[in-house]
């Protein structure tokens, strides 16, 4: 049998590099499927194939993944997926998306400082996920050859249709290679209720290096805002994406480095931005980042700024801790409308009693993390080591039984271009000496699969967006008086910061009882 040589040269096929090898086409092919919430490393060993179950709200994402190996390695593999056949028609291959994951080495694991919540350990983990129509540049999806005994995932998101009737759909997929191919079945449960296109839960996830309506677009595809925007877009974005909130941009300068901030834009020009992104949506700027640890308060500056965003308008949204001093603009009104707490700001303002006054006078909050706080390893950490449920658990139910209407991350496409960083073979975000392994990269620069304009999402940003979902969840039961009969199921996945669920078949199965409680015909 004539033997191909593999050579992973760039990463142009591989799924992850290894040491040259031969493979074998004429090898046996085997393939499985996993859920969502699973990270599928290059040494797991191999599953059985079991029927494949779905479940999914209209207007919903629902995801899963199929994985190949063989002991013999494959060569130049692929998958195809059928469309869903249905009560109510079909749902068509233009609502579905397929990717392959690009695996990432993490050389030194980052800090894991609580039994309960670690970094999952040095290795390769699928990360960045292709899609397959990316033309292709020193990555592309499809083909892939595999190397012997080494797992490659394919990730799938079908979007289902708003117009979809419920009941059960029904399809295949399948993997062809030079090894032969297989082919499974799957069935998707279109459930009888429809999630917004304008998610509840806001958020800001700013872009730093592609600043592309394209890219833009791609965060808004996974319900996370991008940060400012330009004016002439928020029209099409609001009515087409989901725009659910805009920031004006104005940065003040001030934060943890700098401790200093320029004086405010005159309100005149505030209302100007404000005015040219009017679209029905909440208008907001970043102020002030973490100015807590700053020797000196800032408060005078914290006044002007307020000042003049409340007079154009506008909110003021800002990381800082809701000290008494910031709960009172000599009105009543805090100077703060949206506090951003992370952890340990969260559990002192409860603590102090300054979260419920700060609401008391109208403020709200959202939730961010960055790095690893070492007073609260316990809590969901945006680290790429770390268990999927970290991702998933804060934009969900974390964020819904706690309180925040929204989350803030610093970035979305960090990486660093002083030091040369390749995001896509180097995920290190350096502090302070330490490794924070994908801080700040939720999404991969495009320009390595041929889309110089576009981000490529991380198998990361689908856990945030699917919490997201979960929020929707959360708030329609409560909006329709169904929540009393989850009983305290959906309680007990985020109780506190420090106790919230871990093991992924818990979230599936409250999430399935939360879809057949809505699902349900309405009184």
């Keep these: 049998m004539r033997r191909w040589a593999l050579f992973l040269l760039g990463g142009l096929l591989a799924a992850c590099p290894a040491p040259v090898v ?13 859920g969502s919430l699973e990270r599928v ?13 779905l479940f999914a709200a209209r207007g919903e994402v629902e995801s899963f993944q199929v994985v190949l190996t063989g002991p013999k390695g494959i060569k130049e593999a692929r998958l195809e997926v059928s469309e869903l056949r249905g009560p109510g028609g079909v749902i ?11 695996y990432v080495e993490v050389r030194e694991p980052s800090p894991s400082l609580d039994p309960t919540n670690r970094s999952q350990g040095p290795g390769w983990y699928p990360d960045a996920l292709i899609p397959f129509e990316a033309p292709g540049g020193r990555f592309r999806a499809v083909p892939v050859d595999v190397s012997p005994g080494r797992n490659q995932s394919f990730w799938v998101d079908i979007r289902v249709p708003r117009e979809a009737a419920p009941g059960v759909y029904r399809g295949t997929y399948r993997v062809i290679a030079r090894n032969g191919s297989l082919e ?15 998610p509840s839960l806001l958020s800001f996830v700013p872009l730093w290096h592609t600043k592309t309506k394209a890219a833009r677009k791609e965060l808004l595809l996974h319900r996370l805002m991008p940060g400012r925007l330009e004016a002439e877009e928020v029209a099409e974005l609001a009515r087409d994406y989901g725009l659910n909130s805009i920031d004006l941009g104005f940065w003040s300068g001030a934060n943890a480095h700098t401790c200093r901030a320029k004086p405010p834009p005159s309100v005149s020009e505030l209302a100007r931005a404000k005015a040219a992104r009017q679209v029905g949506v909440p208008i907001y700027n970043f102020t002030f980042d973490e100015l807590d640890v700053c020797p000196q308060n800032l408060l ?13 308008g506008v909110l003021h949204l800002s990381t800082l801790y809701p000290r008494p001093e910031l709960l009172d603009d000599g009105s009543g009104r805090p100077l703060v409308d949206i506090f951003a707490l992370n952890a340990e700001m969260y559990e002192e303002a ?6 419920e006054e700060a609401r008391r006078r109208g403020s709200s909050f959202w939730y961010y993390t960055a790095l690893l706080n070492p007073k609260t390893p316990y809590a969901p950490q945006w680290l790429l080591d770390y268990s999927p449920l970290n991702w998933r658990i804060s934009s969900g139910f974390l964020a819904y039984n706690l309180g925040f209407s929204g989350i803030l991350a610093w970035a979305a496409d960090y990486y660093d271009l002083d030091r040369g960083q390749d995001p896509w073979t180097d995920v290190r975000y350096f502090d302070a000496g330490k490794v924070y392994n994908g801080d700040g990269l939720w999404f991969y620069p495009g320009q390595a699969v041929g889309w110089p304009d576009r981000v490529v999402p991380s198998i990361r940003a689908k856990w945030v967006r699917d919490g ?9 039961l409560r909006e329709r008086g169904l ?10 996945m985020a109780r506190s910061m420090r106790d919230w669920a871990k093991d992924p078949a818990q979230l599936e199965a409250v999430r399935r009882r939360m879809g057949e409680l809505l699902s349900q015909p309405r009184r």
């Design 22 to 34: 031969e493979i074998d086409p004429g090898g046996p092919l085997q393939i499985w499927t996993a």
């Design 41 to 53: 490393r290059p040494e797991d060993p191999p599953r059985p194939l079991r029927p494949l179950e």
């Design 92 to 102: 068509g291959k233009e609502h579905l998306s397929l990717y392959r994951a690009h």
């Design 184 to 198: 499974g079945q799957l069935t998707l449960t279109v459930w009888n209720f429809e999630l917004p296109l304008r």
């Design 300 to 312: 005078a500056e914290i006044r002007s700024w307020a000042a003049n965003l409340r007079a154009a």
């Design 350 to 355: 409860r603590r102090s009693g300054l979260w």
């Design 468 to 476: 997201v979902e979960d929020y929707e969840y959360l708030r329609l």
């Design 483 to 492: 929540h009393l009969r989850l009983g305290t199921a959906a309680e007990e």
